[in-house]
Each structure stands twice: as structure tokens, then as C-alpha cells.
């Protein structure tokens, strides 16, 4: 785990499009911005988690003044749920970047794993809980970004109601008709 103190304070303006070789998980505590990579340009506001991987050539700017966390990680050392959810994060996404916008308590929960984070990060003398502090903290926020995924999938269905009818029935064809391929 990596943490950059200056990730957290508050920025404005324009920044130069980067890369780095580990992920990077942002999470927007105040403020509006974009991001983009490539084509892709993501809004933001307070409250979204965004996920960024490893060696995407990206840049963002400040539209309001923010403050925000960033984490970067390294795929390689995570625990092995942890690597499952990133890897699953990312291999869903619809774009290179990845946003959530997190409900107010999911936002809630992923400020308090990233301070847990840094705290660990920062602790000079790593106690024998530090490992699993660090690990439950991460956890909760790849578990943030997966549940405010799902809840923006419901919304956009329920914009459908046509949508909806659709994914119903082919849930219940696919729980009640099982068809052998012989």
C-alpha cells in the first residue's frame, strides 16, 4: 500500500496527464472535476470512487477546489480478496476508468478505510493488527465501489421500466428453464 500526503490536500487546476505503474483508487471528499484518459472523460463530485489501473496515461482537473484520497496499490501485494475485487472492478468496467458514485453512508465508509489506511501507512511501528487494519480497510473500500456500481445499475433500470421487464424475465427463464446442451 501507498499513500501520498499531498493526495489529500486541497488542489485545483489542471494536471498534466501522468501514469503510474500501480492502480490508483480516488475518492472525492469535496469539490468537481473531470478525469480523463484517452477519449474518456469522467465527471466527478463528492462522494464518487474512482479506480484507475495500473499504467493508464490520465490526467484530471479541478473545476471547484477539492480534496480527495488517492491510494495507489500494487496488484501483486494484495491480499488475494482484495485482488479478486479489484481485478473483478476492473474486469467489468465499461471504460478505462472506473467511477462509483457512492450513496452518503457507502461514502462514509470508504473516508473511514482511507484514513485507516494512511494511518497504517504512516504508523512508524506496525503493530501485530497492522496487516488486517490495512487489509479490512482496503476491502471496504473495493466493497464500496461494487455496491455503488450495482446501486447505479438498479437506478439506470428503473429509468427503464421496459429495461427492467426484460431483465426480470430472462432472470426467471434463466432460474426455471434448464435445458440440457446434449
Not at 487546476?13 to 475518492?27: M, Q, R, V
Not at 467511477?99 to 461514502?107: E, N, Q, Y
Amino acid at each position: 500500500f501507498h499513500t501520498n500526503p499531498s493526495d489529500k490536500d486541497q488542489k485545483e487546476g489542471l494536471f498534466l496527464s501522468h501514469s503510474h505503474p500501480s492502480a490508483e483508487i480516488t475518492l472525492l471528499v469535496r469539490g468537481e472535476g473531470y478525469y480523463a484518459a484517452g477519449e474518456q472523460n469522467v465527471e466527478a463530485h463528492p462522494g464518487d470512487l474512482l479506480f484507475i489501473p495500473p499504467d493508464l496515461k490520465h490526467s484530471y482537473v479541478c473545476v471547484k477546489a477539492w480534496e480527495g484520497y488517492s491510494l495507489h496499490i500494487y496488484d501483486q501485494n494484495l491480499p488475494p480478496y482484495c485482488q479478486y475485487l479489484l481485478s473483478h472492478a476492473f474486469s467489468q468496467r465499461p471504460g478505462p476508468i472506473l467511477k462509483a458514485s457512492l450513496t452518503p453512508g457507502a461514502a462514509e465508509r470508504a473516508l473511514a478505510g482511507m484514513r485507516q489506511i494512511e494511518e497504517e501507512c504512516r504508523r512508524e511501528e506496525k503493530t501485530e493488527y497492522s496487516y488486517d487494519l490495512l487489509r479490512n480497510a482496503l476491502e471496504t473500500l473495493l466493497l464500496a465501489y461494487h455496491t455503488g456500481t450495482c446501486d447505479q445499475a438498479a437506478e439506470a433500470l428503473s429509468e427503464h421500466p421496459e429495461e427492467q421487464m426484460i431483465q426480470e424475465a430472462l432472470k426467471e427463464i434463466h432460474q426455471n428453464y434448464h435445458t440440457s446442451l446434449k
